[in-house]
């Protein structure tokens, strides 16, 4: 039985002295994707910065396998993300290897093929010459995954990497996140439209009203969870659940 590259037990997150959420357990193992669901302001930033150390737990425990790993690849929001820098598609995928690199460090061969890999992988090879402020959203959000596969790190955290985009890039960049669990890396994907990404994960972990649930997603991101953890109206819900007895598929 694998042991969790990351886990959490009865972690209390929040800000000062002020919990947003408590009592959030999840186990990540190698190769395995976890989607983080919720409202806005059920904790779902908060548990990204406690992952990346910029908070620290107000209780329980985080573990993880080998210690924190050296580099966690982090696809942040992209309303965090100012695509005025004047740099070239190629030179932000190229930003990928700085934390093993250091910002003056020189991209050598086996770095340059990384970065073609990125390119042609993520569709953006025929636009690598390309200034930011001239791409699409999907175009910049392909651009922005290349750079996370530079990184070559074990674990992925994507925070709401799915806005705004069309669903032809939606899907291929889905399939992208398939590959990298394939690969054996770990994703922590946090969302707020569900959509069809949960055909992809492994695991679910809602926030909502100060708690949280954890477990494979057609028993945690059924319509009665999604209700009770804030996440859906009781009309809301109930449309879901016609929606899925007429298809006769998941809940979600």
């Known amino acids: 039985m694998s042991v969790p590259l990351v886990s959490a037990a009865g ?3 929040g800000y000062g002295d002020v919990p947003v959420v408590d009592k959030v357990s999840f186990a990540l193992k190698r ?3 976890l989607s983080v669901v919720g409202h806005n302001g059920s904790g779902k930033s908060t548990l990204v910065k406690t992952l990346l150390d910029i908070l620290q737990p107000m209780s329980g425990t985080l573990d993880w396998q080998d210690g924190k790993p050296d580099t966690i690849a982090f696809l942040g929001q992209r309303t965090e993300f100012d695509n005025r820098f004047p740099i070239r598609v190629r030179d932000l995928a190229a930003m990928g290897a700085w934390p093993r690199l250091g910002f003056l460090g020189r991209i050598d061969a086996e770095c340059e093929y990384q970065i073609e ?3 042609e ?3 953006t090879a025929d636009i690598a010459d390309m200034p930011l402020h001239k791409l699409s959203v999907g175009q910049l959000q392909r651009a922005l995954f290349a750079r996370t ?8 955290l994507l925070d709401e990497p799915f806005t705004a985009v069309d669903q032809s890039t939606e899907a ?3 399939s992208l996140i398939d590959e990298w669990s394939t690969e054996g890396r770990s994703i922590i994907l946090v969302l707020h439209d569900l959509s069809a990404v949960l055909e992809h994960c492994n695991s679910a972990l809602i926030l909502g009203k100060g708690n949280s649930l954890f477990g494979p997603p057609e028993s945690v991101l059924t319509p009665e969870n999604l209700v009770r953890f804030g996440y859906l109206s009781s009309s809301q819900a109930d449309w879901l659940e016609a929606m899925h007895s007429k298809a ?3 809940h979600v």
């Open 248 to 250: 006769g598929g998941r």
């Open 31 to 33: 190769g395995e994707v």
């Open 172 to 174: 291929e960049l889905l």
């Open 11 to 13: 972690l209390q997150l």
């Open 121 to 123: 992988r993520t569709g």
């Open 149 to 156: 596969m530079v990184q070559d790190a074990p674990l992925i």
């Open 117 to 119: 890999v990125a390119l």
